[in-house]
């Protein structure tokens, strides 16, 4: 018997010791009210008026520039709400790219912008181009990595004296190339004379 009652007591204090922890658990499960994680809304953090953003590359060259009158930022996307934004893609090789509209969101750590409300994107003119192709339509998205606009509504693309009206157009600034998936109108202007002699 001697022998038994040091496992005996020891058997004791280890129920005991258990118990205890369980009751101490459920007491203070019961004494802290804990809350529910707050939901992320769709609310902004913080602001700025009159900015300018300039995203750069490894090497620090600037590959885009985004402009704008008014800026929320919100944080449950990282989302940027701006008011008359003027997105200007750099590319390493091509032409230099412009958008502009009413408001835009920028996601995607600066990657997409989606310009919303007359929305325009251009070629900016240069010397053996000075009637640049542009695109204009209610909503642009532009990819600023891979260097292309698009949109899946009406829109009206003009390149010198052509326009071309369609739904749903998108633009590889470094191919040049337009695409439209339904087309709707073609209309190429007559060339204009130059001071007919009498």
Same mark, same amino acid.
């Given at each position: 018997?001697?022998?038994?009652?040091?496992?005996?007591?020891?058997?004791?204090?280890? =129920?005991?010791?258990?118990? %205890?922890?369980?009751?101490?658990?459920?007491?203070?499960?019961?004494?802290?009210?804990?809350?529910?994680?707050?939901?992320?809304?769709?609310?902004?953090?913080?602001?700025?008026?009159?900015? +300018? =953003?300039?995203?750069?590359? @490894?090497?620090?060259?600037? $590959?885009?520039? *985004?402009?704008?009158?008014?800026? @929320?930022?919100?944080?449950?996307?990282?989302?940027?709400?701006?008011?008359?934004?003027?997105?200007?893609? =750099?590319?390493?090789?091509?032409?230099?790219?412009?958008?502009?509209?009413?408001?835009?969101?920028?996601?995607?750590? %600066?990657?997409?912008?989606? *310009? /919303?409300?007359?929305?325009?994107?251009?070629? *900016?003119?240069?010397?053996?181009? #000075?009637?640049? $192709?542009?695109?204009? &339509? @209610?909503?642009? #998205?532009?990819?600023?990595? !891979?260097?292309?606009?698009?949109?899946?509504?009406?829109?009206?693309?003009?390149?010198?004296?052509?326009?071309?009206?369609?739904?749903?157009?998108?633009?590889?600034? /470094? +191919?040049?190339?337009?695409?439209?998936?339904?087309?709707?109108?073609? !209309?190429? &202007?007559? /060339? /204009?004379? !130059?001071?007919?002699?009498?």
């Amino acid at each position: 018997m001697k022998d038994r009652f040091p496992t005996i007591m020891s058997m004791v204090i280890l =129920v005991a010791l258990v118990i %205890g922890t369980w009751v101490a658990a459920e007491h203070t499960k019961r004494a802290v009210v804990i809350e529910a994680a707050a939901k992320k809304t769709h609310e902004p953090d913080s602001w700025s008026k009159n900015f +300018t =953003v300039v995203r750069t590359n @490894e090497a620090g060259l600037p $590959i885009s520039r *985004l402009v704008g009158q008014y800026l @929320e930022h919100f944080p449950d996307d990282g989302s940027y709400d701006i008011t008359n934004p003027i997105a200007t893609n =750099v590319p390493n090789v091509g032409r230099v790219t412009q958008g502009t509209a009413n408001m835009a969101t920028v996601l995607d750590e %600066g990657n997409r912008i989606v *310009l /919303k409300g007359n929305a325009f994107v251009f070629r *900016l003119p240069e010397k053996d181009d #000075t009637d640049p $192709i542009n695109v204009r &339509s @209610e909503e642009m #998205t532009m990819l600023v990595d !891979e260097d292309v606009a698009y949109t899946d509504l009406p829109a009206v693309a003009r390149d010198g004296r052509t326009r071309l009206s369609g739904i749903g157009m998108r633009y590889d600034n /470094k +191919t040049g190339e337009l695409s439209v998936k339904q087309s709707t109108d073609v !209309e190429i &202007s007559p /060339k /204009k004379l !130059e001071n007919p002699t009498p």
